[in-house]
């Protein structure tokens, strides 16, 4: 096996209790190199269209990459490749932290989870050693305390993935959670309920074995090369977090508002900005593993009712739905139910999501108080927002409704509540508007695992960033059409890339570019991958995982937008609306796709991809 793998796949099986070790083959790894590609490989193989994502044989990957734990920035991450229970597809969840660097460490590229315990478990693997511990004395417990209780139980050099009352219950929107308080978090598609429908409660891992690398001295020279550029390119993120450019998104249109129907809020916006975070409540910056960034944000509230101690503070994403998007402008009670969703294992992007979706239907009088437990579901309302994350993370109340999603909350209130339920397939938007910038219109109606700004990653280079390496040496017209669609594709193949070698997508800010990307891979395996077998690799891995879907039913019909996008200019700083059959038209061609959007089979035997 090259450098850069430990060549090594760890197999528990939790009915027999049966622990096997698998070899991962070079030929295997450079098709598919690791993280979500490997993960849509072995999803592929072992769970059909049959496969009930929260029974005992979906199967849930913890997979590492290439990168992970080299001195590659920022690539101490690791992705969860499942059947997603929320929309019923691929899932895949990628997290950052320090658990993937241990994982790797301790002699293992990746852990596949099969069957279901016959009672609460966590998993503990120290330098290659797996253990089956019981968990009973967890279950019950959030995750800030399972991190706390385990660390005590093995040593304090153990890094810990957990799940929270949520996953426990099975609600559909619950995530995994790792780096305790901090929480860093494994958010979307639901995969903290498949790890709770094991009755796996934790993973624990630490590891002191060494990740060989091809070229040492040469990557580190890579690594001092780029700093400088790192520095000065990711400065607004450091100083103030991902939320650094909210109130520009305000102001373009980008931010969502009141589900997704307001066109301004500037004086609400104003008061949640990463500025006004470092201005009130912050304390330091919180590093995930090799990160000279520090985007992540370390928060106390020292005051009012939403005082306490020191936390992980709230990302973008949850201050635009947790926040913006249900007309809250109280950044210690968004900071408070950022607490809560980490604490219950939740994905805040989906409960903002279905929060905001019960406050319009609460408006439009399709529930009320008698629906809600007396809560008063009003926008703007931050006690109601708080109650409601509780109701989710217990999975009682209304919260047992709203944690199935917004797709099945709107199936089952009725009425007209589809019509502003603003998912795809399945999935809840995140806080990045498609009518502020048509690539991300595109990119969320083909993303794999439903609305994701992450597997295009367009929204930047659309607004002020350039990717001259991949062909874009300027920034592209926002509201244009034409050459969307390979604009798109280019983007989503690059980012399967990142989601394969696992590495944060902000170093693409600070200078690690395709090709730098591409001599890192090269310096760490001691391979001679060139620019085009890398994004074909990127290409091949985006396909297997539409293949997956196409599998599971999906197809053109399944590509597309909520109505309110489509049709509803919101004004404000934008008063657009994409033309997405236009460009889906383009897309389906550019990716040699067919008219269903279905990977043709002259497709498939140039991705290599014959045997699927």
Excluded at 32 to 48: H, N, P, V
Excluded at 102 to 121: E, F, H, T
Excluded at 141 to 146: A, I, L, M, N, R
């Amino acid at each position: 096996m090259k450098c850069g793998y430990m060549g090594k796949m760890l197999r528990i099986n939790l009915n027999t209790r049966q622990i096997e070790i698998e070899e991962l083959t070079e030929d295997i790894a450079r098709k598919y190199i690791g993280g979500s590609g490997l993960g849509a490989r072995i999803l592929f193989k072992e769970t059909s269209v049959d496969t009930y994502p929260l029974g005992p044989e979906n199967i849930l990957i913890f997979m590492t990459g290439p990168l992970t734990g080299t001195r590659a920035f920022s690539s101490d991450r690791f992705e969860v490749i499942t059947k997603s229970p929320l929309t019923g597809i691929y899932a895949e969840a990628d997290c950052g932290g320090h658990w993937g660097e241990k994982l790797k460490k301790s002699g293992y590229d990746g852990i596949i989870v099969l069957g279901k315990a016959d009672r609460p478990l966590y998993i503990w693997i120290d330098d290659g050693q797996v253990r089956l511990k019981d968990a009973s004395h967890l279950w019950g417990k959030d995750t800030f305390e399972v991190d706390e209780i385990i660390k005590k139980e093995t040593t304090d050099t153990t890094n810990v993935i957990s799940i929270g009352q949520s996953g426990e219950k099975l609600v559909r929107i619950a995530a995994i959670i790792t780096d305790g308080k901090h929480g860093r978090v494994a958010g979307r598609c639901g995969v903290g309920a498949v790890m709770g429908s094991k009755n796996l409660k934790a993973i624990a891992v630490t590891g002191s074995a060494k990740i060989e690398v091809a070229y040492p001295d040469k990557l580190l020279g890579l690594t001092r090369e780029i700093t400088p550029q790192m520095k000065s390119g990711t400065m607004a993120l450091n100083n103030f977090g991902t939320s650094n450019g909210l109130l520009y998104c305000e102001n373009v249109g980008d931010l969502p508002i009141k589900n997704w129907r307001q066109g301004k809020w500037e004086k609400g916006a104003e008061k949640i900005t990463g500025q006004a975070m470092a201005e009130t409540i912050l304390i330091k910056n919180y590093r995930c593993g090799r990160c000279t960034i520090g985007c992540g944000r370390v928060i106390k509230v020292v005051k009012g009712p939403y005082q306490g101690t020191e936390i992980g503070g709230p990302e973008y994403e949850t201050l635009g739905m947790l926040g913006s998007n249900c007309l809250i402008d109280n950044l210690p009670a968004i900071a408070k139910a950022n607490e809560l969703c980490n604490r219950y294992g939740l994905d805040t992007i989906s409960t903002g999501g279905v929060i905001s979706f019960a406050m319009e239907a609460y408006e439009r009088g399709l529930i009320d108080k008698k629906d809600t437990g007396g809560i008063e579901l009003k926008w703007g309302n931050a006690s109601a927002l708080i109650e409601m994350v509780h109701q989710i993370g217990r999975r009682r109340g209304f919260g047992e409704l709203l944690g199935k999603g917004v797709k099945r909350a709107a199936e089952e209130i009725g009425g007209n509540a589809k019509e502003f339920a603003i998912h795809v397939k399945g999935l809840e938007f995140p806080a990045h508007d498609p009518r502020a910038k048509f690539s991300v219109a595109l990119g969320y109606a083909t993303s794999n695992r439903g609305a994701c700004h992450l597997q295009a990653f367009t929204s930047d280079f659309e607004d002020g960033a350039s990717l001259p390496d991949l062909g874009y040496p300027e920034t592209l017209d926002r509201f244009a059409t034409k050459g969307k669609a390979e604009f798109v594709a280019k983007m989503q193949n690059l980012m399967s890339m990142f989601d394969s070698l696992k590495c944060c997508k902000f170093v693409l800010f600070g200078g690690v570019t395709v090709e730098p990307l591409v001599k890192y891979l090269n310096l760490v395996t001691g391979w001679d991958v060139n620019v085009s077998e890398f994004l074909r690799t990127g290409e091949r891995i985006f396909n297997l995982k539409r293949l997956y879907n196409v599998r599971c039913g999906i197809s053109r019909k399944d590509d597309t937008l909520p109505s309110r996008i489509l049709t509803h200019r919101r004004g404000g700083g934008t008063n657009h609306l994409p033309a997405l059959n236009i460009m889906l038209n383009d897309y389906y061609k550019y990716r040699k796709w067919d008219e269903f959007g279905i990977p043709t089979e002259e497709k498939l035997k140039e991705l290599g991809l014959d045997e699927f």
